[in-house]
């Protein structure tokens, strides 16, 4: 274990291959001090591979991968990650499941940690519900909910809202990026998504086609207070434009 | 952040609601079809014995079976068949004695096979060792093992305990192996994500997860334990439905193997129905 920062998510030179299939040639990438990662690339380019060998459900080839420090061997409350099917258990309730790391952690006053994140989430009058009564908005809100009650120092978001209708997923970026702003997070979020990616992202980071590498990053300077308004902002649009023709051209 | 994104997206909920005067409307008219076929059979039955299709020594009327009943349920307790199963009388001594044997029997049973289940759902090393004994066990019939039950425990409750366990045991191991092999992997890796240790895997993702097919399993095991209840009675024991029935074939009193088969389907049917109703809060997520 080394001093540094908590959160601190540091890849270099990971590769991954399915038999003879290679997925991720060679990711490197780094990601710190409460910032949103955005990692944006085409279908099928490994995106999911490589967060979930960031997060440690799947072992790697060759490389590294530490998070502050510590080199990651296996799934661990420090890397929360949400995914595009959600992460709710169906058997519990909403607020079950947003308790049921911090009583498999045994922290203290669970009850008032699931009662804080019910509110932030919006979710307060749907405690006792199960995930099957949700809409796959409030689904993936629970699901970050559940995700952030072990309060981990990485959050990783697998195209999180790709299941949603276009009008729901704005808001929930809207909605994202303010949670992201109130509790900063060290976070990677990867997506096919440009406005996605750079509605939430404070670097951009974009992936080549299978096999995947991080062909250029770049930071994002839209401000904090990031929304629909944004989408139309001619910085934005021109942004949006040379990033479409990288990836296009990638 | 801003409140309106926020109440806007929670205002969508998936709950369908159906007003409960239309579900109990429903309901009522489902019970009622429910109650056609026993009546045609009931008819049919008694045209039957009007005609004498059969000889009524072997066909009684359901009026005989009636007062049957009614001798079993509320007559004095002084008459026995065989010299030792008692008929009149003697209702809730043959019906406890019965059911007494299949529950305790069938409860040791699941827990046996829940373990059994999770050890060959979960364990390559466990399944490696014992799929193939317990696949060739349950591929034989029950009634194979009623001659080696009693040559090797006799005749009495031991042996017929032995066959309820049997019959109540692969339903649980099959239905437990297959539905907790079939936990989707999301699950594990969640909650490994949130902290839970390997160790409790089983007690806080595999089990919930698979208690809707675990339960399936757990009705069908009872009715099998219930319906070898009959089988294992055949071993000589003296209380029972199963021996009640024995004891009035070598008296010939059908009127009473009627009543022990009403019996039979009667508590089996309630069984059931009360474990459904007992299981219904641990599944209700799996409802469609």
Redesign the interface.
Known sequence: MTDEPRGLLVARGVRKSYADLLVLDGIDLQVSAGQTLALLGPSGCGKTTLLRVL?G?EPFDTGSVTVGGSPVE????Q???V?Q?G?L????TVSQNVG??PR??GAADVRRTVADLLAVT??T??AD???????G??RQ?ASLA??LA?QPPLLLLDEPFGALDAQ?RL??H??V???L??RPTNTILVTHDVDEALLLGDRLGLLSPRPSRVVSERELSFGADRGRHTLTDPAFVQLKASVLAEVLAA | MTDAPLSQVAAVSGVVTTPASARSGRRRHRRLVGLVVPLLLLLGWQLSWELELRPRSILPSPHQVLTAADAFFFGTNNVTLSGIVPFKGAAWLHISASVERCLSTWVLAVGVGLVLGLGLGLSRWVADLLEPVTNALRAVPLFAWLPLAAVQFGIGERPARILIFIGALWPVVVATTDSVARVPRIHVETARMLGTPRSRLWRRVYLPSALPEIVTGLRLSLTLAWTCVIVGELLGVSRGIGAMMIAAREAGATEQIIVGVLLFATIGYAGDRLLRLMARPLVRWGDA
């Open positions: 997060a459900l296996g799934p661990s409350p890397r929360g990650i995914a099917a992460t258990f169906p058997w519990l049921f790391g498999e952690l919006g979710l009058d749907f519900a199960l995930p099957r009564q949700l809409s908005g409030m809100r559940q995700v072990n729901t808001r929930m809207e909605w990026r303010g949670l702003a109130e």
